[in-house]
């Protein structure tokens, strides 16, 4: 066993990040010779960007590597607990005379801001006293308000590889001076999923309280209590999993335990009405569209509200969604005719269902025809789908 490392309070994963570029694992099509990241590094000319990704795919690395390669000041924050008073202390420090280069901040999980602290981080983005760069796991689109959004450029971060990742367990080996076994390493890349964090925390683990990396050590790690609900890891996936199901199992109890269990754990309150919104849609449907109000209501109600009371307006919602009749008709209905159009493309429109605002077009027989037809067997699909019926109500 090395006891250097046994003693040590340093993570494993920040022992093993990389200072240069040609060290960093992952993300080819970001840092691989001629793409963009490699650029910005190479050229020195950083911009405010956001990082979207799975957890664990060398988001934050990649961050301070700019910063560290492009000669920029860095600060970072993780927008579960920062506010606009960490903001201004940045702010306060910056001496544009000591250093012309505006610093970077790095804003970890800034889906977790609210309106107010982005519009509040705005204006030092706009006129360029901080370059921003955003890590999220959730869609931007949705996240990231607007403004602040179109002064961004996103960068979609993939998984790792499983490749990838048996690189990073090398490094691990390196540093730790041990040797996996073939089992070992197939199971730890099985359960890493292509997140690196989850990857070296278990081999960490492993090694500090068994002192070696053997398959046994590393179930073993797994079950300790030293290992903790990652609100972005596999236990994260994992427990959203049991939740959707259980509602569309119709089994309160269960759903409301799960329901329990993330609410305990700290999780985004949005993450989970956000998942119910959908489920009102995709499981529920037009069994009882009614669904689909609640589930917005429940959203709208945590966003104003926040913990800890919000979790009653999800106990509330998960209850109702439960209850509620299930139908997926029309959500495999539209995947279904999605599928054609991916199929064939942009089939021509009938011609008395085309818009007709000009002569030449009334000329053409663009329209003609057309009437309502209630209640009628009329095909209204193009030619070649003629045959074709994607939603086919229950009696």
Known sequence: MNTEHAHLDTPLAVLLRPQRLENYIGQSHLVGPDKPLRKVIEQKQVFSMIFWGPPGVG??????????LTDHPFFELSAVSAGKADIREIIAQIDLSANPR????????????????QDFLLPYVEQGKLILIGATTENPSFEVIPALLSRCRVFVLQALTENELEQIISKAEEKLHVSFETTAKEWLIAYANGDARKLLTLIDNAYRLYGNTQLESLKSALQSNQLRYDKKGEEHYDTISAFIKSMRASNVNAALY??????????????????????????????????????????????????????????????????????RLAYEAYFAALADVKQHGNLPIPLELRNAPTKLMKSLNYGKGYEMYPGSDKILLPDKLKKRSYFRKVP
């Open 59 to 68: 988001k934050t690395t990649l961050a301070k590597m700019i910063a560290q």
């Open 102 to 117: 505006a610093p970077i901040l790095f804003l970890d999980e800034i889906h977790r801001f609210n309106k107010a602290q």
């Open 258 to 327: 799960y329901l329990a269990r993330m609410v305990d754990a700290g999780e985004d309150p949005l993450f989970i009405a956000r998942r119910m919104v959908i489920f009102a849609s995709e499981d529920i449907g037009i069994a009882q569209p009614t669904a689909l109000v609640v589930a917005n209501a429940v959203f709208q109600a945590v966003n104003t509200i926040g913990y800890p009371e919000a979790q009653i307006n999800l106990a509330h919602g998960v209850t109702y969604l439960c209850l509620a009749k299930k139908d």
